[in-house]
Each structure stands twice: as C-alpha cells, then as structure tokens.
Nanobody, 125 residues
Framework: QVQLVESGGGMVQTGGSVRLSCAIS????????MGWFRQAPGKEREFVAA????????YYGDSVKGRFTISRDNDKNTLYLQMNSLQPEDTAVYYC??????????????????WGQGTQVTVSS
C-alpha cells in the first residue's frame, strides 16, 4: 500500500522559511507526477506547486511563484517544498499528492489519486 507522509510543518514568523518533505513508501514514485496543495480554514483547497516525474518541469500557483520551490529526490522517494518569504496568508494545512497515472505536470486536484495526511504551517505576523 502506497503511503505519503508529510513533515516539516510548524510555526514561523513572517518573512521566514520552512521546508516541507513528503516521504513516499510502499512503491517507488519515479514515474509519478507530484504536487503540493494547501487548505486554509474556511477556504477551498488551493494548488501550490507541481512537478513532473523527474522534477525537471515545475509549475506554481500565482500566489507562491518566486517564493516557493518544489523539488524531488527519486532515490530517496521524497518530495520537497521549500517555502521562503512566508506571509500570514500562507497559513494552511499543506498536502502532498501523487498522480500514479501521469508522468508530466498535473494541476487539477482531481487528477491526483494519492494524498498525504497534511502538515500545518502557521505564519505569525
């Protein structure tokens, strides 16, 4: 059974940085497109970033472009999200997701079929 487990969340001050990790167990994820989403209280789930199977192609939501970086280490079966210049509006539960049916970048959340449990990131002002 494939499992995605996020880690690295916590509380950070405005302007700070956090790196999230998503470890995948149960199967190698070399051929999977991967992504990060977030959901703030009372809001819909929002696309954050995505990468293709190799990590060479990436795509970002407008609200995080230039501040966040998605990357992956296929040897370690791990996906990362480096978040810099954090703002209070970045406060949310962050989820990693995998699309076992896609190699290239996937943006719509309904095209991801594997999800982690989420990790909270809180940015204090």
């Amino acid at each position: 059974q494939v499992q995605l487990v996020e880690s690295g969340g916590g509380m950070v001050q405005t302007g700070g940085s956090v790196r999230l990790s998503c470890a995948i167990s149960g199967r190698t994820f070399n051929g999977y497109a991967m992504g990060w989403f977030r959901q703030a209280p009372g809001k819909e789930r929002e696309f954050v970033a995505a990468c293709n199977w190799s990590g060479a192609t990436t795509y970002y939501g407008d609200s995080v472009k230039g501040r966040f970086t998605i990357s992956r280490d296929n040897d370690k079966n791990t996906l990362y999200l480096q978040m810099n210049s954090l703002q209070p509006e970045d406060t949310a539960v962050y989820y990693c997701a995998a699309s076992s049916l896609n190699y290239e970048v996937v943006i719509p959340s309904n095209e991801y079929n594997l999800w982690g449990q989420g990790t909270q990131v809180t940015v204090s002002s």
